[in-house]
């Protein structure tokens, strides 16, 4: 998702389900649970304004014609031309990432995708391949200050991401012979008739990667533990199937297991939702996770139907804010799962994997210890 979550809602928190589908907390913000009020919310950008955050976020953090102008270029640079560029690249990075694995041998799913997702979203950017550690150790750290729910901590490990942003920006500025790539092309681009500005670009490689890597590293140890634990699933993604049902299966999995906890927004309107009255100005929660697991919509949120339950599937969002980026995290995500499989027999759980967090949703664990055959 292409927004940052709730600062009063660890991404590792199950969704924390009351009797009311709304609720407000201790600081003022309402979390919307329900899947209608979700979905309603998300739809209706003119009374949830995205424009939530008190730092520049382009183009999530934006409303209206500016918003539709930055998410019109954001979106040509995932465009299906340049999904199948940048698939082969993929393919070779997956590949030496499962040759590296042990087989058989144990396997921390979370770990596999953390490194998986700076290799892929460094080659897609052209960033350089010797930053792979500094962008690990950014992760973890970004992933402690987030759970800290300490704001001056939070800020000191983004402003450390801006800053590597920076200097790659930097890199590319005014010197002849540097190749063009994704970062070098974002740099040219402009909207609205001007140029970007530095801050605009920082925001926008921001979203598509500070938040990410770590998103995608949740994705493939999600998907990697309902595979472990639901071996007929396993076994339908290795008998070949199309890309269009392998894709509907792994966003099928994400949905029972929704590693994107929420998004906020802000009321530019008297609302009642829910039975409460919410007042312009208001601070709100979209509760994905919780409105994937609602049983009004799922009759049993842990059953596995991908055809049936793929059109109010919200992992990805929806509305005009719905994460632009999709194309190229299911991209990502199929390569990675299909290079796993193939080089393996089986996947299994490791008996060691905490059994505490065993029930869905188990997105927010920070490791999914496997075993590779």
Request: hydrophobic share 40%; charged share 30%; proline share 7%.
């Amino acid at each position: 998702m292409s927004d940052e979550p709730a600062p009063h809602e660890s991404p590792d928190a199950p969704p924390r389900i009351s009797p009311s589908p709304v609720r407000r907390d201790e600081r003022g913000t309402w979390t919307l649970t329900s899947h209608a009020d979700v979905q309603g919310a998300a739809l209706d950008d003119r009374t949830f304004s995205n424009a939530a955050s008190r730092f520049l976020q382009v183009p999530n953090g934006l409303d209206g014609p500016t918003h539709t102008a930055y998410r019109a270029l954001v979106e040509e640079f995932f465009t299906a031309h340049r999904m199948d560029a940048v698939e082969p690249e993929l393919r070779r990075v997956s590949a030496e990432l499962v040759e590296a694995l042990d087989v058989p041998g144990s396997l921390d799913a979370v770990e596999a995708g953390a490194r998986y997702a700076v290799r892929a979203q460094s080659v897609w950017l052209g960033w350089r391949a010797d930053l792979e550690e500094d962008l690990l150790a950014w992760m973890r750290d970004n992933h402690a200050a987030t759970r800290s729910g300490d704001r001056a901590r939070t800020a000191e490990v983004a402003e450390r991401f801006d800053a590597i942003i920076r200097s790659l920006l930097a890199e590319r500025r005014g010197v002849a012979g540097v190749p063009v790539d994704i970062t070098a092309e974002l740099m040219n681009t402009t909207v609205l008739g001007k140029p970007l500005r530095e801050e605009e670009i920082v925001s926008i490689l921001r979203n598509w990667t500070g938040g990410d890597l770590g998103s995608m590293a949740l994705c493939a140890g999600v998907v990697c533990a309902y595979l472990a634990d639901h071996p007929e699933v396993q076994t339908r993604l290795r008998d070949g199937v199309s890309d269009r049902e392998f894709d509907a299966v792994v966003d099928e999995i994400l949905r029972i297991d929704d590693p994107f906890v929420a998004n906020r927004r802000v009321a530019t309107a008297d609302v009642c939702l829910g039975g409460q009255q919410i007042a312009a100005g208001d601070r709100l929660s979209l509760h994905w996770r919780a409105a994937n697991r609602d049983p009004k919509i799922f009759d049993d949120p842990d059953a596995f139907d991908p055809d049936a339950h793929a059109p109010y599937n919200l992992v990805y969002g929806i509305g005009k804010h719905v994460c632009p980026g999709r194309p190229l995290a299911t991209l990502e995500l199929r390569v990675f799962v299909r290079a796993l499989l193939a080089a393996t027999s089986a996947i299994e759980s490791d008996p060691e994997r905490p059994r505490e967090r065993e029930q869905p949703p188990v997105g927010g664990y920070a490791v999914v210890p496997l075993r590779l055959r």
